[in-house]
Structure formats: structure tokens, C-alpha cells
């Protein structure tokens, strides 16, 4: 694989695992760094930086729910679905999406 192929390669990875966090979240399933783990077969703290990166970077108002066991939005949310291709390039060209 050359260089830019892997750079696309785990763009697309970080992003699937974004996706997937926010599909379970707005599905009220709690989703959990282990449930990352073993869907994409990652470390969970990979999971954690996701999670870190929605909330920091996208504006998700993720948090963890003790009572639930997993993560939720604090205040209704239309999940990250409202993120447009010119922000994710942007956020990828400074490195902030690896």
C-alpha cells in the first residue's frame, strides 16, 4: 500500500467507527468503548479517542451513562450526520482525523 492509500484507508476506518458510535447513540443502544473494540477490532483506547474527538471536534454532546452502561447525547442531537465533506477534509488535512 502506498502512503496515501493507507492515509485514505484509515480515514475511512475512523470515520466508519464515527458513524457507527453515532447510528448506536441516536438508536439509544449505549454504546461502549469494548463494543468499538470488538465490532472494529481496534484497542478501546481507540474507542476513547473517538468518543474524545465527537465531543471536541464535532460538537457531540457525548457522555457516558452509568445507569445505561454506555454512552448517549446529553441534549437532543441529529448525531454528526450534519457534517459536511469540505469540514471532514479540512479536520484530515490539519491532522486531526488520522
Given at each position: 500500500?502506498?502512503?496515501?492509500?493507507?492515509?485514505?484507508?484509515?480515514?475511512?476506518?475512523?470515520?466508519?467507527?464515527?458513524?457507527?458510535?453515532?447510528?448506536?447513540?441516536l438508536c439509544e443502544k449505549y454504546p461502549t468503548a469494548?463494543?468499538?473494540?470488538?465490532?472494529?477490532?481496534?484497542?478501546?483506547?481507540?474507542?476513547?479517542?473517538?468518543?474524545?474527538?465527537?465531543?471536541?471536534?464535532?460538537?457531540?454532546?457525548?457522555?457516558?451513562?452509568?445507569k445505561d452502561g454506555g454512552w448517549y447525547y446529553k441534549v437532543r442531537h441529529k448525531?454528526?450526520?450534519?457534517?459536511?465533506?469540505?469540514?471532514?477534509?479540512?479536520?484530515?488535512?490539519?491532522?486531526?482525523?488520522?
Amino acid at each position: 500500500m502506498t502512503p496515501d492509500s493507507t492515509s485514505v484507508t484509515e480515514m475511512s476506518t475512523k470515520l466508519e467507527r464515527l458513524i457507527w458510535i453515532d447510528v448506536q447513540i441516536l438508536c439509544e443502544k449505549y454504546p461502549t468503548a469494548k463494543k468499538v473494540q470488538e465490532r472494529f477490532d481496534v484497542e478501546c483506547r481507540v474507542a476513547y479517542l473517538d468518543r474524545e474527538f465527537m465531543a471536541k471536534q464535532l460538537g457531540a454532546p457525548i457522555k457516558y451513562s452509568r445507569k445505561d452502561g454506555g454512552w448517549y447525547y446529553k441534549v437532543r442531537h441529529k448525531g454528526i450526520k450534519q457534517i459536511n465533506a469540505m469540514m471532514l477534509s479540512e479536520l484530515w488535512i490539519t491532522g486531526q482525523l488520522p
